[in-house]
């Protein structure tokens, strides 16, 4: 095949979601596009960079709660559980997981097919003997779980503070699905965020090395190569703001000048100063995160938070259907 057929070939084979998302959210007023689009290959690895930041508290503060949480999970958790890891990306934290609870079965489920593969192979291979069932899947979308588990008691991992990457609203929506899908009894260990002084939570989007900035932008490249794109990316630049209202993070790429461009043949054009919002992390006070998770189906059991309540790690149970009075 010749190079421009390949080229072609490439944008009729694009997801036709992503384009959706990428031609709605740009026709759209304020434009958005959605979060999820970010985690193509180079994007995921992009984010494992940003977990590393000295900026970017979140990951090495959940790692140190799970440390301490580590005996007393053992504990708690069921013997023979299956862990079910939404959004399982590299799977840096899982071991510490794993150690503590020795689960029956493990399931991490993501949205970059290759990124899931690899690191499950290579979690197979530190914990030999353990069945390890990845799902290629967008778990907003929920798929059904391995036959392999269906009778174990389920553990569900969400860590990372992905939750308050959706509004309340979908949040919500997303631990009832959870609370469905893992079924009665489960469990749920997620971690959720703080809202601390900005001077802290700026920098951690917006870190001095550009990282955060170059997985921002590369929504844009993404959308050049994939939806066959004019999009000037040197133009757009990486915003980081905190809307205090609605206790959030917000990325945004904003144009540096007037731009023009066409995705998939179809003209866009910004004013300079306008912007594509990109993300939002929202963070949670202690009742807030609480409130939240019982109106989504989890009664709170159990919280761990480091000395300068800056993330919080909870463990939660199903609600039973009916509960008095
Ligand atoms: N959920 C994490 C957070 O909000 C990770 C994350 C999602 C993130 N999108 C991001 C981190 C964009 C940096 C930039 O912090």
Redesign the pocket.
């Known amino acids: 095949m010749l190079k421009q057929e390949i080229e072609d070939g490439q944008s009729s084979l694009a997801d036709p979601a992503f384009r959706a998302d990428v031609l709605g959210g740009l026709a759209a007023r304020p434009r958005a596009i959605p979060?999820r689009w970010?985690y193509d290959r180079r994007g995921s690895e992009l984010?494992e960079a940003?977990?590393r930041l000295p900026e970017?508290y979140?990951t090495r503060t959940e790692t140190a709660l799970l440390e301490q949480a580590g005996p007393e999970l053992g504990a708690l958790a069921a013997t023979n559980a299956a862990v079910v890891e939404f959004g399982s990306g590299s799977s840096a934290k899982t071991p510490l997981l794993l150690r503590a609870i020795d689960p029956a079965a493990y399931v991490p489920i993501d949205i970059s097919g290759d990124f899931l593969r690899q690191s499950a192979r290579a979690l197979g291979q530190a914990f030999p003997g353990l069945p390890v069932h990845p799902v290629e899947a967008d778990f907003l979308r929920p798929v059904p779980l391995p036959p392999q588990v269906a009778s174990l008691p389920k553990l569900g991992f969400f860590p990372?503070?992905?939750?308050?990457?959706m509004n309340a609203w979908h949040a919500v929506e997303l631990l009832r699905a959870m609370r469905a899908w893992l079924g009665e009894g489960a469990r749920l260990l997620i971690g959720m965020?703080r809202i601390k002084p900005v001077e802290v939570l700026v920098p951690?989007?917006d870190d001095a090395q550009g990282v955060?900035a170059a997985?921002?932008l590369n929504l844009l490249e993404r959308i050049n190569r994939e939806l066959d794109g004019t999009i000037p990316v040197a133009a757009f630049a990486h915003r980081?703001i905190w809307n205090a209202h609605a206790a959030r993070?917000e990325?945004h790429l904003e144009a540096l000048r007037d731009v023009e461009f066409t995705v998939d043949n179809r003209p866009f054009a910004l004013t300079a100063g306008e912007t594509i919002h990109?993300?939002?992390?929202?963070k949670y006070g202690p009742n807030g995160a609480r409130q939240l998770l019982r109106a989504g189906g989890w009664t709170p059991i159990r919280e761990w938070t480091d000395p300068q309540d800056w993330f919080a790690l909870l463990l939660c149970e199903a609600q039973p259907l009916r509960t008095a009075p």
């Open positions: 979060a970010f984010f940003i977990t970017y979140p990372g503070s992905t939750i308050g990457n965020d951690a989007y955060t997985f921002n980081a993070i990325m990109t993300e939002n992390s929202h």
